[in-house]
């Protein structure tokens, strides 16, 4: 039985399991809202929340480029700390913030924040065609935006890089992922170029340079995790850029890895049918850089 | 004091004011779910949703779409009778369905299903250049969608067509809209093409041609009451056709209406700061033809 968590601002830790949003919440009606995902990890010394501070400051940029007057930082956090003294079990685990512009009949009583903590589902692990098993190795395809690199461009109305609640087209195209034999996708612009997976940042390394795909333009998420590798390469006197990776790079590359906080770096054992190079001894380089 | 109503589908109408979502509900943590909105009227002969089948059939296409497994027809109808047994409130009011693919920690509960009725906002009234009173005559901006008008050819992953709960970019398109100082907005495309509005379909009148934008790869959602006005053309003698409609033709068509099922046709007075013609008899047609 996997385990669960709910916090609601204003009212703590829910006791048992009953509904908490209401029927006309933005969030729920319209996806009007944002959310950030952080990694949980509970051991002898008690349960904490990585890079908290990062995720935090994430939420609110999206919450402010959504124009949703959330809860103060130190309320965020008297909530996680109740939550995190709350959560016993041991192990991994995602704590999800979400942030709606609150109730449509009531707009007077403002936003809705809660959290929700809950036991890490599994890794995959994949074996590459060498026969060795590849922890957490992934299959994945190339799945179009339908939009060129440079869509969110002066187009605020098109909230790129903002975590909303309106995320199905990333569930819808993990879905068509599996649909097609693969564990995850990998978005690609109609100009040629690979930005991210529906709920993961990519980093791809060519010739012992790392790249990532920028943010602004392309609409892309930031990633508190691909931040993290970048920095770290950087420490490490590994060329690391922000710039466009054109899709055709990812087949040739030594390495490419589907990011995120929960599970780390994964590397893309495949692509669209074909093999890709995968470097153990780079993975758990880049592994470590993420703290995994 | 604006009056509404929920009804759950399972539990029939709640009584008061109380949440009924949990906190993991995929359409509330992720906007995976799809939704409808229907026009109530209430007057002596009770209350009654108009074109309630051709909603209930958009929400089942939509659901569909998703792949989720939504109630039979047969518990919608109940539950929409049982509402509307409730709702008393004279006047217009909007039914919201909403049908989401349920939570998240305990898949094997199944879809979740409800519907609000809520009294409908004023009507938002315009005047013309001329100085007559325009029957809710709308000032619009075109905002781009970021992409070409063939873009959800070939990408089921996109959810072109389906009415999601992923609703958030036409919330904030209709933001940037007031933010500019309009109505509402005009989305178009990178190709040059006018699509729908955030919430509404789009209809143009050119030298006694009727026009709206087609669905299918420009991923515009079907409209059940541009539909109804295109049958009413067409049986009136009107050419009405599904095509695609060059974003300067609006500038100097005979009319340009946005289209919803709640507020029928208002016509567009004003586009990006210009004068679009408007034809009072025409727009007064087109209402009728539409069943305002």
């Given amino acids: 039985m996997t385990e669960h968590l709910v916090a609601v601002l204003g009212r703590g830790v829910v006791r048992g399991d009953e509904p908490v949003i209401f029927a006309d919440d933005l969030g729920f009606a319209r996806g009007d809202g944002c959310f950030d995902s952080a990694r949980v990890v509970c051991d002898e010394a008690g349960a904490r929340v ?117 995320y199905v087209v990333n569930i819808a195209a993990a879905r068509e992922a599996r649909r097609r034999g693969a564990d995850d996708a990998v978005f690609v612009t109609t100009d040629g170029f690979a930005l991210d997976g529906p709920t993961s940042g990519l980093i791809v390394v060519t010739d012992g340079v790392m790249r990532t795909a920028p943010t602004g333009a392309t609409g892309i998420l930031a990633s508190v995790t691909v931040d993290e ?44 049918g074909r093999q890709l190079s995968v470097d153990e001894e780079l993975t758990a380089r880049v592994a470590r850089m993420a703290g995994f």
Same sequence: chains 1, 2.
């Avoid at 936003?111 to 692990?125: N, Q």
């Avoid at 799945?143 to 869509?151: E, I, W």
């Avoid at 770290?232 to 990812?250: C, K, N």
């Fill in 229 to 272: 590798i970048l920095a770290a390469a950087r420490a490490e006197g590994m060329e690391a850029r922000e710039e466009l990776v054109p899709t055709a790079d990812l087949f040739t590359a030594d390495g490419v890895w589907l990011v995120s906080s929960s599970r780390g770096p994964s590397p893309v054992v495949e692509l669209d």
């Fill in 50 to 166: 990585v890079n908290l501070d990062e995720h935090l400051d994430r939420l609110a940029v999206s919450a402010g480029r959504m124009e949703i007057d959330g809860p103060p930082r130190q309320a965020w956090e008297a909530l996680v700390h109740e939550a995190l003294d709350a959560w016993t079990t041991p192990g991994e685990a995602t704590m999800k913030f979400v942030l709606t512009r609150g109730r449509e009949w009531f707009p007077g009583q403002g936003c809705v924040a809660l959290l929700t903590v809950s036991e890490k589902a599994a890794a995959t692990v994949r074996t590459a065609s060498s026969g060795k098993a590849v922890t957490r190795g992934l299959r994945a395809v190339t799945l179009s935006t339908g939009r060129p690199s440079d869509a969110f461009a002066d187009a605020p109305w098109l909230l790129g890089g903002v975590k909303t609640l309106s």
